[in-house]
């Protein structure tokens, strides 16, 4: 397999520089030894080893998943850990670090348009440093000296991997009901009880240690999220100069047999429930981050790096299928034109039936309207680190009421996208002889994790669309208005879909008012997801718009980027208008509906 088979690299240059000018991130302290050549660089090694070490492992992952061996451990084919290995020897891991942990400082969009490569190419395979990254930027942000020295620094470097563990059986998504308890001890660590679920990339035998972000209960903590701590626990203990003893009492209880996504284990974990550890005491040992009691707070900084970075994965899960797809049509060839009336002459390629036609532009609007997304709030993070006080504050507001999106609606539609690359291929799509079933049942795994897309419409709505008095959905707004502003001022086609736009824009700043009129947030949660999908594909428009107002020429890029915005406004945004008026009855369907009826 190519990179070309993964992701468009002409579309990942148009969105980083004709759109969104990534050159000019060079210009700002943190990233001043870099220019587009370290930055084309890195894309070129990225294409290259995720073409060659990952995706020729994706089926072997799929096929023979995790399991537990004789002696109690992780087996996984030894592809795995050599294209991991490929992975840490290119020194992705450190890329956005700084020379402190001997990294690049790379811009974090750069870096997500690279690891985008790797996602495409085996989605299980990269979710060990997807979550490794985020731990230890967490663990940079909010630990001590001393945590980011032991704990992440082997992170960054590529010799271990981290979890977060929030989940438990009892609790799921309702974290203010975990259990897992930690007591204090006299030398300043904690001893962890308890047990958690879903943990991804929980235990294997890839790297010489695991350093579990743990959410847990202090003794006298107060009952729901505010008495939530977060604790470094590692799989092996770490000694004060760093080196590894050992076996924390964290044991790996069962693995999770899952429909796709295999590559990656998911786990079972009982914390405290084995021999003591060293000193006497029982229990996992762990450290605080941070404060007792702003341990949400904390994971969140890491929660959000990967809910942004999980809607990536769902986009390059849904633009690999599309490119698979519209291989298959051109290649493809089956019926003759509608009309044809000589039954003699040649079948023709299906690309050229426009049913055939519709499927592809829908995915290709999907796909890059949801790539386009996720660069847009790679680069609101690279803002919000290197930018004066105001560019800082605005980005930080925009990607709070941006991440629910940018987590959701790739991880719906994008996974519709690969729905039609199954449909595209017929009969032999729903066969293992392609590639695109498996992506199919890998992306379905990215409306559940790191926040389900009922938990993410009741953040977008129930949080940060009010929060600060309505300050980031006024900012939304505000950018948005932006947008259509300069398409009416161009005129044409892009004047024409502002004039669409903006009854949508404002739909969604009237409808927000609506529901919360009267501050019931029963009634106003009650459709929240349906908030969710509509504020999404008035942002996508959004997103569309940007991409028309950048493109330029008359080439069959250009022409393809016209297509998918047309597509877009003519067959998705008209899509918000029933789903507003819905929304804006306050309809009481689900909220007043006896579950006895429901059989």
């Given at each position: 397999?190519?990179?070309?088979q993964l992701?468009?690299?002409?579309?990942?240059?148009?969105?980083?520089?004709?759109?969104?000018?990534?050159?000019?991130l060079?210009?700002?302290?943190?990233?001043?030894e870099?220019?587009?050549?370290?930055?084309?660089?890195?894309?070129?090694?990225?294409g290259?080893?995720?073409?060659?070490?990952?995706?020729?492992?994706?089926?072997?992952?799929?096929?023979?998943?995790?399991?537990i061996?004789?002696?109690?451990?992780?087996?996984?084919?030894?592809?795995?850990?050599?294209a991991?290995?490929?992975?840490?020897?290119?020194?992705?891991?450190?890329?956005?670090?700084?020379?402190?942990?001997?990294g690049?400082?790379?811009?974090?969009?750069?870096?997500?348009?690279?690891?985008?490569y790797?996602?495409?190419?085996?989605?299980?395979a990269?979710a060990?440093?997807?979550?490794?990254?985020?731990?230890?930027?967490?663990?940079?942000?909010h630990?001590t000296?001393?945590?980011?020295?032991?704990?992440?620094?082997?992170?960054?470097?590529?010799?271990?991997?981290?979890?977060?563990?929030?989940?438990e059986?009892?609790?799921?998504?309702?974290?203010?009901d975990?259990?897992?308890?930690?007591?204090?001890?006299?030398?300043?660590?904690?001893?962890l009880?308890?047990?958690?679920?879903?943990?991804?990339?929980?235990?294997?035998?890839?790297?010489?240690?695991?350093?579990?972000?743990?959410?847990?209960?202090?003794?006298?903590?107060?009952?729901?999220?505010?008495?939530?701590?977060?604790?470094?626990?590692?799989?092996?203990l770490?000694?004060?100069?760093?080196?590894l003893?050992?076996?924390?009492?964290?044991?790996l209880?069962?693995?999770?047999?899952?429909?796709?996504?295999?590559?990656?284990?998911?786990?079972?974990?009982?914390?405290?429930?084995?021999?003591?550890?060293p000193?006497?005491?029982?229990?996992?040992?762990?450290?605080?981050?941070?404060?007792?009691g702003?341990?949400?707070?904390?994971?969140?900084?890491?929660?959000?790096?990967?809910?942004?970075?999980?809607?990536?994965?769902?986009?390059?899960?849904?633009?690999?299928?599309?490119?698979h797809?519209?291989?298959?049509a051109?290649?493809?060839?089956?019926?003759?034109?509608a009309?044809?009336?000589?039954?003699?002459?040649?079948?023709?390629?299906?690309?050229?039936?426009?049913?055939?036609?519709?499927?592809?532009?829908?995915?290709?609007?999907?796909?890059e309207?949801?790539?386009?997304?996720?660069?847009?709030?790679a680069?609101?993070?690279?803002d919000?680190?290197?930018?004066d006080?105001?560019?800082?504050?605005?980005?930080h507001?925009?990607?709070e009421?941006?991440?629910?999106?940018?987590?959701?609606?790739?991880?719906?539609?994008?996974?519709?996208?690969?729905?039609?690359?199954?449909?595209v291929?017929?009969?032999?799509?729903?066969?293992?002889?392609?590639?695109?079933?498996?992506?199919?049942?890998?992306?379905?795994?990215?409306?559940i994790?790191?926040?389900?897309?009922?938990?993410?419409?009741?953040?977008?709505?129930?949080?940060k669309?009010?929060?600060?008095?309505g300050?980031?959905?006024?900012?939304?707004?505000e950018?948005?208005?932006?947008?259509?502003?300069?398409?009416?001022?161009?005129?044409?086609?892009?004047?024409?879909?502002a004039?669409?736009?903006?009854?949508?824009?404002?739909?969604?700043?009237?409808?927000?008012?609506?529901?919360?009129?009267?501050?019931d947030?029963?009634?106003?949660?009650?459709?929240?997801?349906?908030?969710?999908?509509a504020a999404g594909?008035?942002?996508?428009?959004?997103?569309?718009?940007?991409?028309?107002?950048?493109?330029?020429g008359n080439?069959?890029?250009?022409?393809g980027?016209?297509?998918?915005a047309?597509?877009?406004?003519?067959?998705?945004?008209?899509?918000?208008?029933?789903?507003f008026?819905?929304?804006a009855a306050?309809?009481?369907t689900t909220?007043?509906?006896d579950?006895?009826?429901?059989?």
């Amino acid at each position: 397999m190519t990179s070309s088979q993964l992701l468009s690299r002409r579309d990942l240059d148009f969105l980083l520089y004709e759109w969104l000018g990534t050159e000019g991130l060079a210009a700002r302290a943190p990233f001043a030894e870099h220019s587009r050549d370290t930055f084309d660089a890195m894309l070129d090694l990225a294409g290259e080893i995720a073409a060659e070490r990952f995706a020729p492992i994706n089926k072997l992952l799929d096929a023979e998943e995790p399991r537990i061996g004789p002696d109690g451990r992780v087996v996984h084919p030894a592809g795995l850990a050599e294209a991991l290995r490929a992975y840490t020897d290119s020194g992705m891991p450190s890329a956005t670090f700084g020379p402190e942990f001997g990294g690049m400082r790379v811009p974090f969009t750069v870096a997500q348009a690279a690891f985008a490569y790797f996602q495409a190419a085996s989605v299980g395979a990269s979710a060990y440093p997807l979550l490794a990254s985020a731990g230890a930027n967490l663990l940079v942000a909010h630990g001590t000296a001393d945590q980011i020295e032991r704990f992440a620094r082997p992170i960054i470097e590529g010799r271990w991997y981290g979890t977060m563990c929030l989940s438990e059986p009892q609790a799921g998504s309702s974290l203010g009901d975990i259990t897992t308890r930690a007591v204090p001890q006299d030398d300043g660590t904690y001893r962890l009880f308890g047990t958690k679920m879903w943990i991804s990339g929980g235990d294997h035998g890839l790297s010489e240690n695991i350093v579990h972000l743990v959410l847990a209960r202090t003794p006298d903590a107060p009952a729901g999220v505010k008495g939530i701590s977060l604790f470094i626990v590692p799989k092996v203990l770490v000694g004060p100069d760093g080196s590894l003893g050992e076996r924390n009492d964290v044991a790996l209880a069962g693995l999770n047999h899952k429909m796709g996504y295999r590559g990656t284990t998911n786990t079972l974990l009982n914390f405290g429930e084995g021999q003591a550890t060293p000193g006497g005491a029982a229990g996992a040992v762990g450290h605080l981050v941070g404060e007792e009691g702003r341990g949400l707070a904390c994971m969140f900084h890491m929660m959000n790096e990967a809910r942004v970075t999980v809607g990536l994965g769902a986009v390059a899960l849904g633009y690999t299928g599309y490119l698979h797809a519209l291989a298959y049509a051109r290649e493809r060839t089956q019926g003759r034109p509608a009309g044809g009336k000589d039954a003699s002459a040649p079948m023709v390629p299906i690309i050229d039936h426009p049913d055939v036609r519709r499927m592809l532009l829908a995915q290709k609007a999907y796909v890059e309207g949801g790539l386009a997304l996720s660069l847009y709030c790679a680069r609101l993070i690279d803002d919000r680190a290197s930018g004066d006080e105001a560019a800082r504050r605005r980005a930080h507001d925009l990607l709070e009421v941006l991440t629910p999106i940018a987590k959701s609606w790739p991880s719906q539609w994008c996974l519709t996208a690969n729905d039609l690359a199954i449909q595209v291929h017929g009969g032999y799509g729903y066969t293992r002889d392609y590639a695109v079933e498996q992506f199919y049942r890998d992306n379905r795994l990215n409306p559940i994790h790191e926040g389900t897309h009922g938990v993410q419409g009741l953040d977008l709505l129930g949080r940060k669309v009010v929060a600060g008095s309505g300050a980031g959905l006024r900012l939304l707004v505000e950018t948005l208005r932006a947008t259509t502003g300069r398409a009416r001022a161009a005129g044409g086609e892009a004047a024409a879909y502002a004039g669409l736009l903006d009854p949508a824009i404002d739909r969604l700043a009237e409808v927000t008012g609506v529901l919360w009129a009267d501050g019931d947030p029963a009634v106003a949660l009650a459709n929240a997801s349906v908030y969710l999908e509509a504020a999404g594909h008035v942002v996508v428009a959004w997103i569309w718009l940007e991409q028309l107002l950048a493109v330029s020429g008359n080439d069959a890029f250009a022409e393809g980027k016209r297509a998918a915005a047309r597509y877009f406004f003519l067959y998705e945004l008209p899509k918000t208008s029933p789903q507003f008026d819905l929304l804006a009855a306050r309809d009481r369907t689900t909220l007043d509906l006896d579950p006895a009826v429901l059989g």
